[in-house]
């Protein structure tokens, strides 16, 4: 990461004329000074060769996942009973075309379980409509197409994201590790990764510059796509601090203003969304109070695993499945102990504090998922994969990831739903 001196007085308060007073609580207590922007931009345009890596990665990877997916069919040829597109869309995907269908649902319209599509952000589906009804095309393909182009949209957002942190050769390794994924399979279907992944990505790359109104769009967005897209609040703050200093964002001074409302604008889908739920439902809250119907209530991380791992409650199959949903979880928590100490703290924090809350479900299925979606981890293994020797033999795991985990998608396997 880049330091860029002299972006203001340490944590002294602007007077208004130029110069500084003497810092608040200066000798006291020491408060984080102004440094600048996280990162320096370097740009948006890439050179010829490196576009044409980009595109190589999105058609290979595309072709991957694809024969994946076949391979699930050639395994279970009843999987394509209710029609083709039952292999691209499995697990949430449904719900996602049905909104987008049908938009969402009333209260007489919940499952007899409670079950109901409150649940689910509306980004994704709110585009698929758009999309089906400008295009013609079946709502579960126009997802497709959507999850596609936000794929590639992330795989560009990664790349520049990568080159300011440690240069060219830094960001062609990173766009290879994020191309092949191992949850690559989940952004690339009508899912909310597919939204959630790249504008995550974006999210940090605009703020970590300084480009905090880009920054206030894609936190916006986020929000719109994952209950957890609010927790963009913290590494928002954290970077906003550094950038101005602690006294500086606390006072709302000149100059901090776009990182104010790019802050605010972490919840801004969240609270939209909350406001049309409110007006079909009568509860704002609906999204987190119907989890009940998928088993997850709020529940202490340790008496959570103690319940997922009782042999004596648990039948053999689900157990074996949640001791793997566990263990990538945990897995994924020390890879973002890792990233803090190695300085990427924004990062590390948000990855952490979103996991956490998946953690605080009194559920493990969908662990691999949750961490699998989340930027920071695939910025933490290219970031472990960089040294050149290490390369070819992770891009080789990855791929090999990235494949099982397309057929595991396509026989509905529980580690990927």
Not at 315 to 338: C, K, Q, R
Request: some cysteine.
């Amino acid at each position: 990461m880049t330091d860029q001196a002299g972006r203001g007085a340490a944590i002294g308060i602007d007077d208004g004329a130029g110069g500084t007073r003497q810092p608040l609580l200066a000798g006291i207590w020491p408060l984080p000074s102004a440094q600048g922007p996280a990162t320096l931009s370097s740009g948006f345009r890439l050179a010829r060769a490196d576009w044409r890596l980009l595109l190589g990665l999105f058609l290979a990877t595309r072709v991957l996942l694809v024969a994946g997916i076949l391979v699930a069919y050639v395994s279970n040829t009843s999987r394509l009973e209710v029609g083709a597109d039952d292999l691209f869309c499995n697990w949430d995907c449904d719900w996602y075309v049905g909104i987008a269908d049908g938009g969402y649902q009333s209260l007489r319209q919940a499952g007899a379980s409670g079950a109901a599509n409150w649940a689910f952000f509306p980004l994704l589906p709110v585009l698929m409509w758009a999309l089906s009804h400008a295009t013609g095309l079946p709502t579960v393909y126009a997802g497709l197409v959507i999850a596609q182009l936000a794929s590639a949209a992330g795989l560009y957002a990664i790349f520049l994201a990568a080159r300011d942190l440690k240069g060219e050769d830094f960001a062609r390794h990173a766009a290879i590790v994020s191309a092949f994924w191992p949850f690559a399979i989940h952004a690339a279907m009508p899912m909310t990764e597919a939204l959630f992944v790249p504008l995550t990505i974006a999210a940090f790359l605009f703020a970590r510059r300084g480009d905090w109104l880009l920054a206030a769009v894609a936190a916006a967005l986020v929000s719109a796509t994952r209950t957890v897209g609010v927790v963009l609040v913290l590494p928002f703050l954290m970077l906003a601090i550094r950038e101005y200093g602690l006294l500086r964002v606390l006072t709302l001074r000149p100059g901090t203003e776009r990182a104010a409302i790019a802050i605010g604008a972490t919840g801004l889908g969240l609270g939209l969304f909350m406001i049309h739920l409110y007006g079909i439902t009568g509860d704002a809250l609906a999204f987190s109070h119907n989890q009940i119907a998928w088993s997850r209530k709020f529940e202490l991380p340790w008496m959570m695993v103690v319940d997922e791992l009782n042999p004596i409650t648990i039948g053999a199959n689900w157990l074996v499945a949640n001791v793997l949903d566990l263990g990538t979880g945990f897995a994924a928590l020390a890879l973002f102990a890792w990233l803090w100490r190695q300085g990427f703290r924004p990062e590390a924090l948000f990855a952490a504090a979103t996991l956490s809350i998946a953690f605080l479900s009194g559920n493990a299925s969908s662990l691999p998922r949750y961490s699998g979606s989340l930027y920071p981890a695939i910025l933490g293994v290219a970031l472990l994969s960089a040294a050149p020797l290490r390369r070819l033999p992770v891009y080789a795991a990855l791929a090999a990831g990235c494949f099982a985990c397309a057929v595991a998608w396509g026989l509905e396997q529980f580690y990927v739903m």
